[in-house]
């Protein structure tokens, strides 16, 4: 009987045991997978392109100032027309006038020419074909800002009018910088815009001269329409 009752709680007890042993099993397994970290989760391949696409932007090329990471944009020089026959730099333009003659146009732009380049400049007469050819001369400035500027010498060209009843053609080309002239120099330097336009040295500073006298050139163009279009003031004793 008595050994009945101790062969009863042996058993009872390696029941519980038993339990205990399973129960600490499947604990420790729950640890491990714990610790074994998902590929779903954040930073789970620290080689991504996410963890390292900061740096690689970075790296691309200098930040412009106050956009930390972004590349410079390359400079951007001026872009002017090149005539496909001559392969120089020009400006040109055709100027419908209806209502004026064509020696009455002839006679405005030797006006105009004589009053802008003085009366002592180049010129070349063909009356016949209504052509008139000058070497011009303008004054050359860099603008410093609005109100201020400073000279860089004069730019000098060819300028030709042909003329037809009610429209005229002007052209302007062999654009040539002349510099200021150095005190310790014999003669200011000459150098023509073809040369300021595919130049792969001072690539900025030969665009600046550039723009500045495309500046100038378009304001004296401005200034030459205008003046085409105003009539011929006839003095009464003149008949």
């Known amino acids: 009987m008595l050994a009945g009752k101790i062969l009863a709680m042996s058993k009872e007890r390696m029941k519980y045991f ?3 042993i399973l129960l600490m099993l499947a604990f420790g397994s729950t640890q491990i997978h714990a610790q074994v970290q998902d590929e779903s989760t954040p930073g789970f391949d620290f080689g991504s392109p996410d963890s390292t696409s900061n ?8 930040a412009e100032p106050g956009n930390k990471g972004a ?40 006006r105009w020419a004589s009053k802008t380049y003085g009366k002592e400049i180049k010129v070349e007469v063909d009356k016949r074909n209504q052509k008139l050819t000058y070497i011009g001369r303008i004054p050359a400035y860099a603008y410093i800002n609005k109100y201020s500027k400073r000279p860089l010498g004069t730019f000098e060209f060819k300028m030709t009018f042909l003329i037809k009843e009610g429209r005229y053609k ?5 654009l040539v910088h002349e510099s200021v002239k150095p005190a310790d120099a014999a003669k200011a330097t000459r150098n023509y815009f073809e040369y300021y336009y595919t ?3 001072k690539i900025r500073e030969n665009d600046t001269v550039l723009r500045m006298a495309d500046i100038e050139i378009n304001k004296m163009i401005d200034g030459m329409i205008a003046a085409m279009k105003d009539p011929i003031l006839v003095d009464e004793d003149d008949w």
């Open 71 to 110: 590349p410079v944009k390359p400079y951007e020089r001026i872009v002017l027309y090149i005539d496909s026959a001559t392969n120089l730099i020009t400006y040109y333009g055709v100027i419908e006038q209806e209502e004026s003659g064509s020696d009455s146009l002839y006679s405005r732009a030797k």
């Open 18 to 20: 038993g339990l205990f």
């Open 199 to 201: 130049s792969t040295t």
């Open 170 to 174: 002007y052209v302007i080309s062999n």
């Open 55 to 62: 740096d690689t932007a970075a790296q691309e090329g200098d």
